[in-house]
């Protein structure tokens, strides 16, 4: 059973850093793409970031470009990403999801992110 | 403001059928047939359910289909049940190798 567990959200100042972590299991990581999509409160998806099976190739939306980072460890089946210089509107849960480009077949249960002073 | 336009909210009783458009608004989205579905309980996870404008992923069921006309890709959901009651969204690839969703569609069963 494939199975997506983010971490590592909570409260961060606006200005801060922090990194989200997604660990995955059930399936061979190596072999796909992983994603980063968010949901603010009550509004809808916005992709956020993708990373190739060997993290050659990294692509980010636009706005977010610069300050978030994504990564990935295949020795730990674990995707990342970093964020900084964190704004209010970056209030989010954020999804870590399985695949890609543009087919993200599974998701983790997301994790939630409030920016606030 | 997404690149994607999708009806805020549609509606049907139980057995009937609904479509939902999912329409680009620029000119890279009819090109490409990456455009995905995704179904969104409240306080849950996305969902994939087609893929590729007209795939399945396995375990989604028939009643979920895709198709893709010009700028424009539809969602039809026949044979509608109650735990169809959702928001949906479209996604598309873009020619800056990046993806982005529609604002999403609430079906209610009436």
């Known amino acids: 059973e494939v199975q997506l567990v983010e971490s590592g959200g909570g409260v961060a100042q606006p200005g801060g850093s922090l990194r989200l972590s997604c660990a995955a299991s059930g399936f061979t990581f190596t072999n796909h793409w992983m994603s980063w999509v968010r949901q603010a409160p009550g509004k809808g998806l916005e992709w956020v970031a993708q990373?190739?099976?060997?993290?050659?190739?990294?692509n980010y939306v636009d706005s977010l470009r610069g300050r978030f980072t994504i990564s990935r460890d295949n020795a730990k089946n674990s995707v990342y990403l970093q964020m900084n210089s964190l704004r209010v509107e970056d209030t989010a849960v954020y999804y870590c999801?399985?695949?890609?480009?543009?087919?993200?077949?599974?998701w983790g249960q997301g994790t939630l992110l409030t920016v606030s002073s | 403001q997404s690149a994607l336009t999708q009806p805020a909210s549609m509606s049907g009783s139980p057995g009937q059928s609904i479509t939902i458009s999912c329409t680009g608004t620029t000119s890279d989205f009819g090109i490409y047939n990456y455009v995905s579905w995704y179904q969104q309980h409240p306080d849950k996870a996305p969902k994939l359910i087609i893929y590729?404008?007209?795939n399945r992923p396995s375990g989604v069921s028939n009643r979920f289909s895709g198709s893709k006309s010009g700028d424009t890709a539809s969602l039809t959901i026949s044979g509608l049940q109650a735990e169809d009651e959702a928001d949906y969204y479209c996604?598309?690839?873009?020619?800056?190798?990046?993806?982005?969703f529609g604002p999403g569609t609430k079906v209610t069963v009436l």
């Open positions: 990373i190739k099976q060997d993290g050659s190739q990294k």
């Open positions: 590729g404008v007209n």
């Open positions: 996604s598309s690839y873009t020619s800056s190798v990046t993806y982005v």
């Open positions: 999801a399985r695949g890609g480009p543009g087919t993200w077949t599974d």
